[in-house]
């Protein structure tokens, strides 16, 4: 192991009004490593790099950085200093050129005009570093999510950075982006870059990193090596606790002929988007989808919440065709939908917890006909409680909460209005272990009283867990259905592979 020690955080102390979020946390960086920084939302993982990066001004402790105490006075600071940051929410200007992105600041000039010419070929010179061959000149809104932050990764190398910090880089990424971005994270490693990278995916950290940090409540736990530090330790260090084993989650299994069908959708198809797609879903099951992002999940779960229109196929409710044209018209039929992109389509940052909870129903009844702010504060509290929602109480703004009660929030908003069928997109996307066996538990036993569930996840292991049956999705089409006696990992590989689960 290179113990060539670049950056040194020691006893790094940050307080909020009422929060202590930082006691004597600690961080030591080596050149020439992948290093996981972990902890459950709240631990103190966001807090510890924005006082290294200049966001937050530290209360107390010590930043030692090539050797020489630094105290960043703003992000811009510590750029300069050689320290780059990329966030899960990519921070570039989506309508300016792939290559103005690139050098946003710093464009090479021609005595007072820019010199595109140099600029764009330039820019070509480094994305090719990393195997990226674009056109520079389009807006970078033009391309994906991933390519946009292998951009970002190329800017913040390109600014001479001597670390690299990467904030849930893999979040929004299929299995083949995830491969190409840990190309490049090695090629860094390689040339001596010691990078940060925080995620809420264990397997990609054993796959990446060499070294392992554990921040619980804002302190450090301590510093391992990956490869002397099975996975289930690092969950216990992150929780605090022994972690009862997510595999003992189990679902209630009851006879099909016990089922309500409530849900069916006959080669529905949307033009340019899904085809030919079948769907039984029954009162109190969890019908689970698998497939790689892009396959066609959330199309399919769009679809059955009137987000996207179908163009050929049928859908029936209770046996009964509907047209669904609007989330409207399946909120009308007790159809309830959780968005993948909670930041974006889930909460309102700046409203209350009970604003956002009440939400749905404000809408279902239409905004002339005002909830009374009492029935809103009850309401409110009711779900709070049931789901077990951190806040000191519901007028809290949401945005302050972590994000796995950002999640439950989501959730208590649509179980408000009373579903028969909710729709989860990645409900545990982007939130720590614990919170994230807590929405498991809490899916299981919504459907032990009756709701029935779509449950789409990334993550194959969980849908098995949760699922009487998985629908696997493959470019964009249904290409098998498993029951739950047939679960195996192997099994769903391969159907998304190329062969089907007959």
């Not at 509907?322 to 993948?340: M, Q, T």
Request: aromatic share 4%; glycine share 6%.
């Amino acid at each position: 192991m290179n113990d060539n020690v670049i950056l040194t955080m020691r006893d790094i102390e940050m307080n909020f009004p009422g929060v202590r979020a930082l006691k004597q946390a600690s961080l030591v960086l080596r050149q020439g490593e992948v290093h996981a920084l972990m902890g459950e939302n709240g631990a103190g993982k966001s807090t510890m790099v924005k006082c290294l990066t200049g966001v937050y001004h530290k209360d107390s402790g010590e930043i030692t950085y090539e050797g020489k105490k630094i105290e960043p006075t703003n992000p811009q600071a510590a750029v300069e200093m050689g320290i780059s940051t990329v966030y899960q929410e990519i921070n570039l200007c989506p309508n300016l050129t792939v290559a103005e992105n690139i050098f946003i600041g710093r464009q090479p000039m021609k005595g007072k005009i820019v010199d595109w010419k140099a600029m764009n070929s330039r820019s070509v010179d480094v994305l090719a570093r990393f195997s990226i061959h674009i056109d520079v000149t389009r807006p970078l809104a033009t391309y994906s999510v991933a390519i946009q932050q292998l951009v970002s990764i190329a800017r913040a190398v390109d600014v001479s950075a001597k670390i690299l910090i990467l904030d849930e880089p893999t979040s929004s990424l299929d299995e083949y982006e995830v491969k190409k971005l840990f190309d490049i994270m090695r090629q860094l490693r390689s040339e001596g870059m010691a990078i940060v990278f925080i995620t809420h995916f264990l397997d990609q950290v054993y796959e990446i990193s060499d070294r392992i940090t554990v921040l619980r409540n804002g302190e450090l736990i301590g510093e391992y090596e990956v490869k002397n530090f099975p996975k289930i330790d690092l969950v216990t260090k992150m929780i605090g606790k022994e972690l009862s084993n997510l595999s003992a989650i189990s679902r209630v299994e009851k006879k099909e002929e016990e089922k309500q069908v409530i849900v069916e959708a006959d080669d529905v198809s949307i033009t340019g988007s899904i085809s030919d797609v079948n769907i039984t879903l029954r009162t109190g099951e969890v019908l689970g989808f698998a497939g790689l992002l892009g396959s066609g999940r959330t199309e399919s779960a769009e679809l059955l919440f009137g987000v996207q229109k179908a163009s050929s196929g049928q859908i029936r409710v209770k046996n009964k065709h509907v047209n669904l044209r609007s989330p409207s018209d399946a909120i009308k039929h007790k159809i309830a939908f959780c968005p993948e992109d909670r930041k974006r389509d889930g909460i309102i940052a700046d409203l209350s917890v009970r604003e956002n909870i009440i939400l749905a129903i404000q809408a279902r009844q239409g905004l002339l006909k005002k909830i009374p702010l009492k029935q809103q504060q009850e309401i409110a509290d009711k779900y709070i409680k049931m789901l077990g929602i951190a806040t000191p109480d519901s007028e809290k703004k949401i945005g302050e909460l972590s994000g796995g009660n950002q999640q439950k929030v989501i959730l208590a908003r649509w179980l408000a209005t009373e579903p028969e069928v909710l729709i989860l997109d990645e409900p545990t996307r982007g939130i720590d272990v614990g919170a994230k066996s807590e929405i498991q538990r809490l899916t299981l036993k919504l459907c032990e009283n009756g709701l029935s569930l779509v449950f789409i996840s990334s993550e194959i292991d969980e849908v098995m867990r949760v699922s009487n049956k998985i629908v696997v999705m493959r470019d964009r089409k249904k290409v098998g259905e498993i029951d739950s006696k047939d679960f195996s990992q192997d099994r769903i590989l391969s159907t998304i592979a190329g062969g089907e689960a007959k």
